[in-house]
């Protein structure tokens, strides 16, 4: 798994709830490619909810964190 995606759940995990980690974030599979991370859902539903409520606050993590803009899908 994506060490920067690590870092971005670890922080998640300290501004979230354990409900919204568990039931979102946490079935989550990441993957770095040389653009950015592909996120990988267990279903639709997961992927608009994570897309709709979380997507920027995670893009702006893990940029932060790799110091340039990532591209998150």
Known sequence: MSELWQRCLARLRA???AEEI???????QATENGTGIELLAPNAYTVDAVRERYLDHISALVSHDAWRAVDIR
Do not use: M, Q, V
């Not at 568990?22 to 989550?28: G, S």
């Open 15 to 17: 501004e979230l709830t």
């Open 22 to 28: 568990h039931a979102w974030l946490a079935p989550l």
